[in-house]
T-cell receptor, first 112, second 111 residues
């Protein structure tokens, strides 16, 4: 079946530090992979996505590369800001069916 | 600009009340979803719908029902609210298996 595992938080970083949030997946076929971000008190927003192996999704300084050989889609940012404090969710959708599968979320706090 | 709206941001109800949560999308999406979000548990799918009048159970449908009479509107119904249904409820929509777009969420408290 399909599932997503992401690193547990919470993660606390100083401003301008390097961020990595690990995400691995199990899926049949060729899934599309996503990172969503949830700011306090809000719904989820799409941060970036990749639809096939070796694709790199990027947005707002965040990047993630679809690695089929390691079944991973790790989120990275070179220099985090206080405004990046949020909960980050890794997700996948299969190439059949309409369901999304979400990880449990990783809370990030960036301190000045 | 894509938009998913939910009828309330905050809602307080009493045990045993019937509760309606409504979600509207303006993107002509076929698929609509209801999730609940609880600390440490992430998002759990309650129900989804892939067409008008169609519905499928998700992972935790017990205690909930849904209605989709029009393509743009998907309602979640708590037939008899209980305290363990206190949660954040998130609605989403998508075109086929592509990106899901989320509403702002409804934080429901059942007393």
């Amino acid at each position: 079946g399909n599932s997503v595992t992401q690193m547990e938080g919470p993660v606390t970083l100083s401003e301008e530090a390097f961020l990595t949030i690990n995400c691995t997946y199990t899926a049949t076929g060729y899934p599309s992979l996503f990172w969503y971000v949830q700011y306090p008190g809000e719904g989820l927003q799409l941060l970036l996505k990749a639809t096939k192996a070796d694709d790199k999704g990027s947005n707002k300084g965040f990047e993630a590369t679809y690695r089929k050989e390691t079944t991973s889609f790790h989120l990275e940012k070179g220099s985090v800001q206080v405004s990046d404090s949020a909960v980050y969710f890794c997700a996948l959708t299969g190439n059949t069916g309409n369901q999304f599968y979400f990880g449990t979320g990783t809370s990030l706090t960036v301190i000045p | 600009d894509v938009k998913v709206t939910q009828s309330s941001r905050y809602l307080v109800k009493r045990t045993g009340e019937k509760v309606f949560l409504e979600c509207v999308q303006d993107m002509d999406h076929e698929n609509m979803f209801w999730y609940r979000q609880d600390p440490g548990l992430g998002l759990r799918l309650i129900y989804f719908s892939y067409d008008v009048k169609m519905k499928e159970k998700g992972d935790i449908p017990e205690g909930y029902s849904v209605s989709r009479e029009k393509k743009e509107r998907f309602s979640l119904i708590l037939e008899s609210a209980s305290t363990n249904q206190t949660s954040m409820y998130l609605c989403a929509s998508s075109f086929r298996q592509y990106t899901q777009y989320f509403g702002p969420g409804t934080r429901l408290t059942v007393l």
